[in-house]
Nanobody, 113 residues
Framework: QVQLVESGGGLVQPGGSLRLSCAAS????????MSWYRQAPGKEREWVAT????????DYADSVKGRFTVSRDNAKNTLYLQMNSLKPEDTSVYFC??????WGQGTQVIVSS
């Protein structure tokens, strides 16, 4: 049974940091391209970042470039998203995605003073 379980979301003040985690099970995590997406209330889901299978190559949406860092630990079957310098517009539910097939349930991030 495939599972992607996100954690680490919460309420943070503007300028703060959070680290999201996504624990994977039920499939060969190290063989899959992994991404983070987010969806704000009333908006479509948008791509945030992607990392290749080895963790040696990453790509980011312009809106998060320089502030967010995606990484993975294939030994722990876990994907991460380090988010720094958070802005109110980063408020969303964040999802991990094993491309192209599997999605997690999401973790809420709220950036507010």
């Amino acid at each position: 049974q495939v599972q992607l379980v996100e954690s680490g979301g919460g309420l943070v003040q503007p300028g703060g940091s959070l680290r999201l985690s996504c624990a994977a099970s039920g499939f060969t995590f190290s063989s899959w391209l992994m991404s983070w997406y987010r969806q704000a209330p009333g908006k479509e889901r948008e791509w945030v970042a992607t990392i290749n299978t080895l963790g040696s190559s990453t790509d980011y949406a312009d809106s998060v470039k320089g502030r967010f860092t995606v990484s993975r630990d294939n030994a722990k079957n876990t994907l991460y998203l380090q988010m720094n310098s958070l802005k109110p517009e980063d408020t969303s539910v964040y999802f991990c995605h094993a491309r192209p097939r599997y999605w997690g349930q999401g973790t809420q991030v709220i950036v507010s003073s």
